[in-house]
């Protein structure tokens, strides 16, 4: 896949152009979104995975009962009662829970890759473009951060900072940049040497314009395949923190706080339907998801083109 990247001299409009990878230029968008859906797991997974964002947004339109609303307790799914999947220990409707639940999974999954994507793009272009000893600090930093033990830190983490929402978002993007970092790095040091870069500092762009403008536009497609596993990652730790109780904290429901009535084995095997729905609904995430980064990762890979 091949585009052209175009600068001009301001003046006599003279245009210096080159051959970079990012869309083909024939085809663009059109083009990629045929080769994307063409992996039909990839079709499947974005179709599922719009499908979840949607009944987050539209939480109260979807969910027949305030999820946080008190009734009878422990009800089996019945359709006469109303409770299609039942009720949970203080008798509210898991139905409801689960759809609010969405908004936490995928606001968690959402915002953590957002801030970990910005940051490691930003280290990672400024570590390539610059190279030297911003380089060598850059990496060393991010070799530091990659040590860590990932579970661990972030446990201690929310522990100092509370268990809320927005603490798990934030530890979870300050942890997970460094990848980011590396393949942002790793693109700029190839493409900075590309002869429409040296013709833009030729022509007096500035390091900026150059940077973010001509450069990581065509080194973003690697970090685009990351985000997305990324975000199923993300939806994962934070469902592990909330079945360890560090994470979001009742009454709030998330598909992580759900599960933890699943610790008891009268549960795990007399009521169900307070551990099936919820580990369904990760699952589910997880896989669409994971099947979106198997077709973005097909549709960039040159290899992969045909």
């Not at 719009?50 to 947004?57: F, G, P, S, T, V």
């Not at 019945?78 to 509210?92: C, E, M, Y």
């Not at 100092?160 to 790793?186: D, E, H, T, Y």
């Not at 009521?271 to 990760?282: A, E, F, K």
């Amino acid at each position: 896949m091949r585009t052209k990247t175009v600068l001009t001299d301001g003046e006599g409009g003279r245009e210096i152009a080159s051959a970079e990878i990012a869309a083909e230029q024939d085809g663009g968008w059109r083009l990629l979104a045929r080769r994307f859906f063409r992996h039909r797991l990839a079709g499947a997974g974005l179709v599922l995975f719009a499908l979840l964002a949607l009944m987050a947004l539209l939480a109260p339109l979807f969910a027949p009962y305030d999820p946080y609303a008190v009734g009878r307790s422990y009800l089996a799914p019945s359709w006469s009662d109303g409770h299609l999947l039942g009720t949970d220990q203080s008798g509210r409707d898991v139905l409801s829970r689960l759809i609010y639940a969405s908004r936490v999974s995928l606001s968690v999954g959402v915002g953590a890759v957002a801030i970990y994507v910005a940051i490691g793009t930003l280290v990672g272009a400024i570590a390539g473009y610059f190279g030297g000893w911003v380089d060598s600090l850059a990496m060393r930093i991010t070799d530091v951060f990659m040590s860590f033990p990932y579970l661990m830190v972030i446990l201690v983490m929310v522990s100092v900072l509370g268990p809320s929402l927005g603490n798990i978002i934030l530890a979870l993007g300050l942890l997970g940049w460094p990848s980011v970092a590396r393949l942002i790095r790793g693109g700029v040091l190839s493409v900075k040497e590309k002869e429409f870069v040296k013709a833009g500092i030729a022509l007096g762009y500035s390091t900026p314009r150059l940077l973010f403008l001509h450069i990581l536009p065509n080194v973003i497609a690697p970090v685009l395949v990351n985000a997305t596993f990324g975000i199923a990652v993300a939806i994962i730790t934070e469902a592990s923190l909330s079945f360890l109780g560090m994470g979001v904290q009742p009454p709030t429901a998330s598909w992580g706080n759900m599960l933890i009535e699943a610790q008891s084995f009268s549960t795990l095997s007399g009521r169900p339907w307070l551990w099936v729905p919820p580990s369904c609904m990760i699952i589910i995430a997880v896989i669409s998801i994971n099947f979106m980064g198997d077709g973005l990762r097909d549709v960039m890979d040159p290899k992969g083109r045909r």
